[in-house]
């Protein structure tokens, strides 16, 4: 076999290799979604709610929901503010205003 030949080979394998990594990474990450057998799902009642890292407005923004977005509701702020949420659709984790949060 001739060296340009083999270079293809060895080009195509580690390409088909490196897509099955990046489809076993993301099917992985779809199938480890968090669940917990307590969760009490619910909705998002706003378009492009920011969802936070923490319960504060001054808190970064780690993703958005929608109305149409399924929410498992983890916990309550002490001050009753903001809802812990994991949301199932995106599969961002954070804190939403209480006012945006719906069985």
Known sequence: MSSVIRAKSTRKRAASVAGLLVAATLGG???AAPAYADDVYG???????????AASTSSPVVGLCYSDHRLAHRDVSGDGQWDKVYDVTTGAGGWISHRYWSW
């Open 29 to 31: 990450a779809a199938l």
């Open 43 to 53: 909705h998002c009642t706003g378009e492009g709610v920011r969802i936070r890292a």
